[in-house]
């Protein structure tokens, strides 16, 4: 093991953690690696679902402002440049539509300054087709 993990816990919380753990014969450590093992396998995406995810997210946004031909051609022209250019910007002219729109932002919307592919996957989802399931 290289690193250390500090957490906080109640006293009572942890000796409880300890006792039971002892009882069944495991060691806390290895039950906290387990659990952060576990966690990060079930919640990470891979870049194929992300992009997929961002599709339809801006699928999504499209439908809200009323379909494709609603899509303000200019906002759809400076997305294309901030996706070349700055992607910390391009993130946040999508989350000032969203909240210009009183709309739920997806939480995969704040990954797109990931890189150049997951903002054109946005993108391509705000002025293309209906997703295929």
Known sequence: MDTNLQI???KDLK???????????????SLVRDWISNYIAEHRRTDE????????????LQQSLGGRENVDKEFAKQLQELS???????????LAVY???????????????????FSQMFLLGLIGDKPKD
């Open 84 to 94: 070349l250019t700055d992607q910390r910007e391009f993130t946040q002219r999508i």
């Open 99 to 117: 909240i210009e729109h009183d709309l739920t932002i997806p939480a995969c919307v704040t990954r797109t300054y990931k890189g150049y592919a």
């Open 49 to 60: 679902e992300l992009a997929a995810d961002l599709y339809r997210a801006g699928y999504g």
């Open 15 to 29: 000796e409880s953690f300890q006792q039971i753990a002892k009882e069944n014969n495991k060691d806390t450590s």
């Open 8 to 10: 906080r816990i109640t």
